[in-house]
Nanobody
Framework: QVQLVESGGGSVQAGGSLRLSCAVS????????VGWFRQAPGKAREGVADIRTTDGTTYSANSVKGRFTISRDNAKNTVYLQMDQLAVEDTAMYYCALAPWFRCNGRLSEADYTYWGQGTQVTVSS
């Protein structure tokens, strides 16, 4: 019943920007935690950022802090990941996922996230 759909990925030059979207349906959006994860080929999945849709509290991993911004639009049941100053090492498949609201704000544990989107590819070239 829960569905998450990512969009907004693509190819961009280093230093450029992209905005990813995650549309959530099938659950009460305003009571959830939505996390962004990424995975490059041959590497482990990495937590990027999360947001409590209850109050908008956010967390960003050190690797993206100051460059990526997570936000939400409760009216649209959508979470965004604004990615600025992109670097080659940001190249990965990006996923959004859903967890209970109390598992948010920096925990970014894959085991907490029951529902996952299909992913959207981000490729950064120099």
């Amino acid at each position: 019943q829960v569905q998450l759909v990512e969009s907004g990925g693509g190819s961009v030059q280093a230093g450029g920007s992209l905005r990813l979207s995650c549309a959530v349906s099938g659950w009460m959006f305003s009571t959830q935690c939505v996390g962004w994860f990424r995975q490059a080929p041959g590497k482990a999945r990495e937590g990027v950022a999360d947001i409590r849709t209850t109050d908008g509290t956010t967390y960003s991993a050190n690797s993206v802090k100051g460059r990526f911004t997570i936000s939400r639009d409760n009216a649209k049941n959508t979470v965004y990941l604004q990615m600025d100053q992109l670097a080659v090492e940001d190249t990965a498949m990006y996923y959004c996922a859903l967890a209970p609201w109390f598992r948010c704000n920096g925990r970014l544990s894959e085991a907490d996230y029951t529902y996952w989107g299909q992913g959207t590819q981000v490729t950064v070239s120099s």
